[in-house]
Structure formats: structure tokens, C-alpha cells
């Protein structure tokens, strides 16, 4: 099938070298004309595993093109994926006017076959908004909702293994239309209205937040009564209700999705003229984790940070990407900054300006007070803690991803601070 996306953000690459894979032919467009340049150049503009090799192959198969104007990339598409940002406005709400825009742009450049399809993440009702719009504007086209629970980190994995596909549509043949695109991967279909698939992301994204919330909190309890956290959170996850996944602690959340889609449902309800205080709690317990983390680093650094150097391993939001986006390992880094410490920086793939960086995890710990691992790489357990131990001036190891092993970093002469573990 012939597809146009729109937006070759994280959303849109992924999407677009998916759709390839599965034998469609897209037709990309971005309004970063230097991002084009690079893609046309066969530069992938951001870190995600597997996804160079998904668009190398496309190039070579002739399954993609990519355009720097979007009514050129729609010419002769039969689907039109609007993969555009609608980051958090001043008021928590979403700003959709990426979207709109795009929507005035292109509501008569469409067939009238053609059906926008809505895989950013949008509030409630905003396909119903955009389906009187494109009336209004005399577009022949019918639009549908289709969002995306791509992981990053993981997100070439979750588009060509989903847990399940979402349309809300107003008619079925749009709906099976968007699902025939999947047909190969016979994937778990929910079909239903635009409303409540936009309400599924919201509600998805929530849940999850407000679950690494609890076992935080949790880890934070544990530390306070004398348990292990690990203990606790094996023991839950065997009971089939629980399960295991997403129950490890760490300094928060953050990326581009869990922290305005939090703060987005808060004013989606309070619109509809609910008080979602649970949320509400949520993102205040969330915010408070950062500071705990911090209080953290500065006992371990003998209760004040001015002039302490720490060595700060991580600062992608998470391991497996370089996004940087509302990351609390740097949340936590300006906490430390502004009270007077000096934060060095090490990451596998991501980058800031926010402190100095240097290429290395052990040339960071160089005599520095207090290492602080803020990201869960998995390189971060295999590098040698003898060697940062006679490099640091210190010898305590805040570890807010619990990635380390406590006896093994006793060994190595060093102590071990975890979240919600005995001390080592």
C-alpha cells in the first residue's frame, strides 16, 4: 500500500521503516529540511536499535522517499500517518497545533479515498475535532485514530512484535483498512471509536507512570523498615495479578510520553469535570523521588554538596536511547549543580549541555566524592569497580537503578547505597 507519514521524529522513523519491512511503500515527510538531508544521506538522526538497518533496506528495496515538502509526500497516498510532537503546553494540556497545522495544509492535497490517520498521542475528542475541521475545509478525506506504544529503547521490537493494534474509527472498512497494513504479523486488533482509542494511549501511559511511582514509593518504605525492595517486588510480581515488569525502582520517569501524558489526562478530566487527584499524587510523588535521590547523593557525600565533585553515569532518560527529554538523571544533576556540586557526565549514546561530559565512565569518577548511576545501562555492571575505586577520592556508589551488586562493590573497597536495599 502506498502510505505518506508525516513528522520523521521518533514516531514517524520508526513507523515509517516499520511499514517498509511489512512491504508498503512510504513516502516520508519532514519539515527539518536538514534532517531530510540526513536521511537522504543515510544518516539515522537518532539512536534506536535496529533501526538503521530497517532503513537501509528500505532504501535499497525502494520503499521509502523522503520529502521536505508534506503535500509532495501525500501525492497518491492512500493513508496519511500524522506522526507530529504535541508537546505539554503551559496549562498541562497538550498542544495540538503541530497538528492542526498539518491538517490545514493538507485537508484538499488528499484523494478522496485517502484517510488521515492519527498516530500522535492526542487528548480525547480530538479526532472528532479534526473530523468537523476537515468538513469544514471541504477535505474529502476520513480520519482515524491509530496510537502508537512504541518503547524507546525498544521500539522496532514493539512495532514488529505489538501486544496489540488500536483503531478507533467512525466507519469499519477505515478501520480494517489501517489493519490490513499489519495483516503479516496477525497482531491482537481492538477496534472502536477515535475517542476511546485516544483515551487507551492516555490511560496506558498513566497506568504505567503510576505503577514506577508505587515501587518507588515502595522502595523508599522498604529502606525505612529495614527490607530489601528486590525481595519485595520478586514475591509481588509471581502473583499472576502483578506480574513482574515495571516494578523496578529507580529516580522517576521520564522521556517524551510519561510526563505530559500524565499531566495531560489531569486537564482532559478536569474538562470533563473530574478532579483526578490519584494522577495528581502520582506526579507529585514522581517529583519528589528526584529530590529523594538527591538527598541521597548528599549524605553520601557527607551531608553538603559545595564544592563535591560527582560522577554521574547516565543521562538518557533510560537505557537503549540518547533521548534526553525530562531524563531524571538530569533533573537530579541540576538539583545537585544548584546546591553547589560539580557534576561530571558519562552515557553510552546521549549527550548534554547541562554539565560536562567526558568519554569515559572511570575518567569520570576521577576524584570525584560520589558516583551516581541514574541510568540502567547494562555496561554500567561490567566495568571494573577497582578501577573506579582508585580513581575516585570517595568510596560511596548511590546506585538509583539498584544495577549494581552490593557485595561486589564492598569488594572492590567501596560502599554501596541502593534504593529500598540494606547498605553495603
Given at each position: 500500500m502506498e502510505v505518506a507519514v508525516i513528522g520523521a521524529g521518533y514516531v514517524g522513523l520508526v513507523t515509517a521503516g516499520g511499514l517498509t519491512h511489512l512491504g508498503?511503500?512510504?513516502?516520508?515527510?519532514?519539515?527539518?529540511?536538514?534532517?531530510?538531508?540526513?536521511?537522504?544521506?543515510?544518516?539515522?538522526?537518532?539512536?534506536?536499535?535496529?533501526?538503521?538497518?530497517?532503513?537501509?533496506?528500505?532504501?535499497?528495496?525502494?520503499?521509502?522517499?523522503?520529502?521536505?515538502?508534506?503535500?509532495?509526500?501525500?501525492?497518491?497516498?492512500?493513508?496519511?500517518?500524522?506522526?507530529?510532537?504535541?508537546?505539554?503546553?503551559?496549562?498541562?494540556?497538550?498542544?495540538?497545533?503541530?497538528?492542526?497545522d498539518v491538517i490545514e495544509e493538507l485537508a484538499t492535497e488528499v484523494g478522496e479515498d485517502s484517510v488521515f490517520v492519527v498516530k500522535s498521542t492526542v487528548p480525547p475528542g480530538t479526532v472528532a475535532e479534526l473530523r468537523k475541521r476537515l468538513a469544514d475545509l471541504g477535505s474529502p478525506a476520513r480520519i482515524v485514530s491509530h496510537p502508537e506504544f512504541l518503547r524507546e529503547g525498544r521500539a522496532v521490537e514493539d512495532f514488529l512484535e505489538p501486544d496489540r493494534i488500536v483503531v478507533g474509527a467512525y466507519e469499519e472498512a477505515d478501520a480494517d483498512l489501517v489493519a490490513d497494513l499489519y495483516r503479516t504479523l496477525d497482531p491482537k486488533l481492538v477496534k472502536t471509536d477515535p475517542t476511546s482509542a485516544e483515551m487507551i494511549k492516555y490511560a496506558s501511559n498513566s497506568y504505567l507512570a503510576a505503577r514506577l511511582t508505587f515501587v518507588n514509593t515502595l522502595a523508599n518504605v522498604a529502606e525505612a523498615v529495614g527490607a530489601d525492595v528486590l525481595d519485595v517486588i520478586e514475591g509481588m510480581g509471581l502473583d499472576h495479578r502483578i506480574g513482574p515488569h515495571f516494578l523496578q525502582p529507580g529516580p522517576g520517569y521520564g522521556g517524551s510520553c510519561f510526563p505530559k501524558d500524565t499531566a495531560a489526562l489531569i486537564g482532559v478530566a478536569e474538562d470533563a469535570g473530574y478532579k483526578f487527584d490519584l494522577l495528581r499524587a502520582v506526579i507529585e510523588a514522581d517529583e519528589a523521588q528526584r529530590f529523594r535521590v538527591a538527598e541521597k547523593v548528599r549524605q553520601a557525600a557527607g551531608g553538603g554538596l559545595h564544592r563535591r565533585r560527582i560522577a554521574l553515569w547516565g543521562v538518557a532518560f533510560k537505557a537503549g536511547t540518547d533521548d534526553v527529554r525530562e531524563s531524571p538523571a538530569l533533573r537530579i544533576a541540576e538539583i545537585l549543580v544548584a546546591d553547589g556540586a560539580e557534576v561530571i557526565g558519562y552515557d553510552p549514546e546521549a549527550a548534554t549541555d547541562l554539565i560536562p561530559m567526558v568519554d569515559d565512565p572511570v575518567e569520570a569518577t576521577r576524584d570525584a566524592d560520589v558516583l551516581l548511576i541514574a541510568t540502567e545501562w547494562p555496561e554500567f555492571g561490567t566495568i571494573d569497580l577497582v578501577e573506579v575505586a582508585r580513581a575516585m577520592k570517595g568510596y560511596r556508589i548511590v546506585d538509583a537503578r539498584n544495577l549494581l551488586d552490593p557485595k561486589a562493590v564492598r569488594a572492590a573497597g567501596l560502599d554501596y547505597w541502593g534504593l529500598g536495599r540494606p547498605r553495603a
Open positions: 508498503h511503500r512510504v513516502r516520508l515527510g519532514e519539515a527539518d529540511e536538514k534532517r531530510v538531508e540526513r536521511l537522504e544521506n543515510g544518516e539515522v538522526p537518532i539512536f534506536e536499535h535496529g533501526l538503521p538497518d530497517l532503513l537501509t533496506r528500505a532504501v535499497d528495496r525502494d520503499l521509502i522517499s523522503f520529502h521536505k515538502s508534506n503535500k509532495v509526500a501525500v501525492e497518491g497516498a492512500r493513508l496519511v500517518f500524522l506522526c507530529l510532537p504535541t508537546p505539554e503546553g503551559a496549562d498541562g494540556r497538550a498542544d495540538l497545533r503541530f497538528i492542526h
